[in-house]
Structures are given as structure tokens and as C-alpha cells.
């Protein structure tokens, strides 16, 4: 029960940092229109701005020193095995979810990306299967949250959850989904804490540059990046599916 304690504990330090995430990848640039747009339809606006300030509390006294902390003081050779290994185990939410979505060329070089780096590449932290033509630069993540807006689920009203970052009512639905799929979920209680600290940690240090990024509001910033980059992730498979279904069946022959 003490571990459990512990990892609701570290739940809370978590994912708080998506919010840079969300805003940082977002597909195109911000503009004037896009953030009064956003200001617009917020039926959850006092709660999510309450939220967010928590948020943005959690990130300035826990998770962006300890990320400070961990830049200076790792070297880049190990971060960037850690960054390896948690890729790795992303490609098994993205094998499913590619499944789901008919995406079976996709889901097969997931597949092979990830038992490649987990035999040759030491349980993913190197990468080996960039090396040999399975290139990083061609992997799409998915999840939950796009397979449900692929087959045409509304997105439904914006949330701000408390120490998880900008969401909506089908992405939460998502996440919920995902959890069991992530393995270090099924670690015991000490090593999921210990996973998920390092997850946390070695994401925001990627991040940091972002913080000198001038917004003059920053809840609208995060709200439209957000949202901007679900669509563009939704949308590059429904409007593209065929055709990039297609560019991977040349290439894929290319290469073998």
C-alpha cells in the first residue's frame, strides 16, 4: 500500500509537462486569430484555468529543476539511451492502435523497430533498427485518442486535468485505454515509480529550450497548439491514408 501511495505521488509529478509538449510540436505557427479562437466555446474554462495554474506550480517547483538538475549533471550519451528505451516501448500502444486503424504496414514496421531494439539494441536503448534502414524518422506514434478520432469520435469539450496536462473528454477516454498498454505500468510499485520519474525527467530536459519562448497568454498558447497538433495527427491519417499507405509500400520495397 506504501508503493501505491508513492506512485500516486508520482503521478502527480508526471505528465504535467505535456502542456509543453502539446505547444512545442505543433504543426503549424500560432497567429492572433488561431488564440481568439481558442478563447471561444470553453465550457470547462474556470476549471481548466484553475488547473492550469496547478500545473504550471508543479512544473516551476518539482519537475523543471529536477530536469535542470538532470541535463547538467547526465551525460548526453546516457539521456539519449533513456529517451531510446522509452521510444521503444512506445511502439507497442503504436502497434495496436496502427491495427486499429488499418494501418497494417505501419503497425508491421512498429513491430520490427521494436523487437529489433529490444534484442540487438538492449531493451531499446540503442537504436538499432535506424541503423539498418528502419529509420526513427519514419515512426508515427499513435494512441487511443487518434484511433477514436480516425473512426470519427468528436473530440468533445477541452480539459485541463489536474498534473496531466491539456486533454479532451475522447483523449482522456484514450489515455485511460493506453495505460495498460505502457509495460512499465505492470513494473512493481518501486521500479514503475523509478520508470516514470525518468520518463518525466528526461522529457521536460528535452523541453527546456521552450521555456524561452515569449507568449503573451500562455493558457491559449497551449490550448491551440494542443489542439492544432491532435488534428494534424488525426488528420494526416484521414486524408492521407491512402496515399501514404502507398509511399510506404515503395519505399519498404526500396530498402528490402
Known amino acids: 500500500m506504501k508503493g501505491l501511495g508513492l506512485l500516486r505521488l508520482i503521478i502527480v509529478f508526471m505528465l504535467c509537462i505535456q502542456q509543453y509538449v502539446f505547444a512545442s510540436d505543433s504543426p503549424k505557427s500560432l497567429n492572433i486569430m488561431d488564440l481568439q479562437q481558442a478563447g471561444e466555446k470553453q465550457p470547462l474554462k474556470a476549471f481548466n484555468r ?64 521494436f523487437l529489433i531494439n529490444s534484442t540487438l539494441g538492449l531493451f531499446g536503448i540503442f537504436d538499432v533498427a535506424d541503423k539498418i534502414g528502419l529509420k526513427n524518422s519514419k515512426y508515427q506514434r499513435e494512441d487511443f485518442g487518434q484511433t477514436l478520432g480516425y473512426w470519427g469520435v468528436p473530440s468533445g469539450p477541452y480539459i485541463i486535468l489536474p498534473f496531466l496536462g491539456p486533454s479532451n473528454l475522447r483523449d482522456t477516454v484514450g489515455t485511460i485505454a493506453d495505460w495498460n498498454l505502457d509495460i512499465t505500468n505492470h513494473f512493481e510499485d518501486q521500479h514503475q515509480v523509478a520508470s516514470r520519474v525518468l520518463y518525466v525527467t528526461d522529457l521536460r530536459s528535452d523541453l527546456l529550450v521552450a521555456d524561452s519562448v515569449s507568449m503573451q497568454n500562455k493558457y491559449l498558447f497551449f490550448k491551440t497548439g494542443y489542439e492544432q497538433r491532435r488534428n494534424y495527427m488525426i488528420g494526416r491519417k484521414l486524408f492521407n491514408f491512402d496515399r501514404k499507405e502507398k509511399e510506404d509500400d515503395d519505399e519498404w520495397d526500396d530498402e528490402f
Do not use: C
Not at 91 to 96: A, E, K, Q, Y
Open 50 to 113: 484553475a488547473m492550469f495554474g496547478l500545473n504550471e506550480v508543479t512544473d516551476k517547483y518539482f519537475v523543471k529543476p529536477t530536469a535542470v538538475f538532470y541535463k547538467n549533471k547526465v551525460p548526453l550519451i546516457a539521456r539519449k539511451g533513456v529517451s531510446n528505451f522509452f521510444t521503444n516501448i512506445d511502439h507497442i500502444p503504436t502497434t495496436v492502435n496502427s491495427l486499429l486503424q488499418g494501418k497494417v504496414k505501419h503497425a508491421g514496421f512498429a513491430t520490427s523497430r
